[in-house]
C-alpha cells in the first residue's frame, strides 16, 4: 500500500468507506505513517493507539476529548493525540468524519 491508487480526497475516501462495514479505513502506508478516514456511528468508541497521531477534520461539527480536555471542533482543524492518552470525538453531527494520521514508533515520539 505504499502507493497511492487514487487522490487522496474526502469524497473518495468517504465514498470507499461508504463500501465497507468498518468506521475506519486505511488509504495509505508508508514506513510508520497510516492515513485512514474515520467516521464514527452516534458513538466514538476509540480506546488509547499504541502511536501518536494526528487527526484533520473533514466534515461536519463536533467535540472532542482529549486527555479529558473538552473542546469544539471544526472543518480543517488539526488535532494531536500523544500515544496512550484516551480520546474521542463526542456530540458529533451525522456528517462527521475525520482523517486520521498515525506516525512515529509504537509507544510514541517520547520515547525515541
Not at 40 to 60: C, F, M, T
Amino acid at each position: 500500500m505504499d502507493n497511492i491508487d487514487k487522490r487522496l480526497t474526502v469524497s473518495n475516501a468517504l465514498n470507499g468507506l461508504a463500501k465497507t462495514e468498518g468506521l475506519f479505513q486505511e488509504l495509505f502506508k508508508h514506513g510508520s505513517l497510516s492515513i485512514e478516514i474515520y467516521k464514527p456511528n452516534k458513538v466514538d468508541k476509540q480506546s488509547p493507539h499504541s502511536q501518536d497521531e494526528l487527526y484533520v477534520i473533514a466534515s461536519g461539527s463536533g467535540s472532542f476529548i482529549n486527555d479529558g480536555v473538552l473542546q469544539e471542533v471544526e472543518i480543517g482543524e488539526v488535532l494531536f493525540v500523544p500515544a496512550g492518552k484516551e480520546h474521542r470525538f463526542v456530540d458529533f453531527s451525522d456528517d462527521f468524519s475525520t482523517w486520521v494520521f498515525f506516525y512515529g514508533p509504537e509507544g510514541g515520539e517520547q520515547n525515541v
